[in-house]
């Protein structure tokens, strides 16, 4: 099974879902200034069972709609959408947040 390929930039579709995604978690402002952030980070490389674990997400099934529709596009070798994070807070027990991308965090996995 091949490992996952990664696109250089997120598609443009995540920064709207990740921010709907996080309008639960904070005010409209906090939400704008997190999501200037995600377009303007430096992508860096993680483990898929780290951000799992950081995250405190369980592992999505297999056979998920999503996750089954990344792990062909893995199988086929062609790039997946960069996931977004949001760092958490070890000291202030606050978990790293998916924003984006949970299902292909998943199906990197496959092996």
């Known amino acids: 099974m091949p490992d996952a390929v990664w696109k250089l930039v997120p598609d443009e579709h995540g920064y709207p879902a990740a921010a709907s995604y996080l309008a639960l978690l904070a005010p409209p402002a906090v ?3 997190v999501v200037v952030g ?18 405190g997400l369980p592992l999505l099934p297999s ?12 199988k086929s070798g062609k790039p997946l959408s960069q996931v977004l994070l949001v ?9 790293l947040q998916v924003a984006d991308g949970y299902h292909r965090v998943r199906a990197s996995l496959y092996r």
Do not use: C, M, N, Y
């Not at 995600?38 to 995250?55: M, Q």
């Not at 056979?63 to 893995?74: G, I, K, N, P």
């Not at 760092?87 to 978990?95: D, F, M, P, Y």
């Open 31 to 33: 939400v704008a200034d």
């Open 63 to 74: 056979d998920t709609t999503h996750v089954a529709a990344d792990f062909r596009r893995v």
């Open 87 to 95: 760092r958490g807070e070890l000291s202030a027990g606050l978990l």
């Open 38 to 55: 995600l377009r303007t980070a430096e992508p860096e490389r993680w483990k898929a069972k780290d951000i799992l674990r950081a995250s």
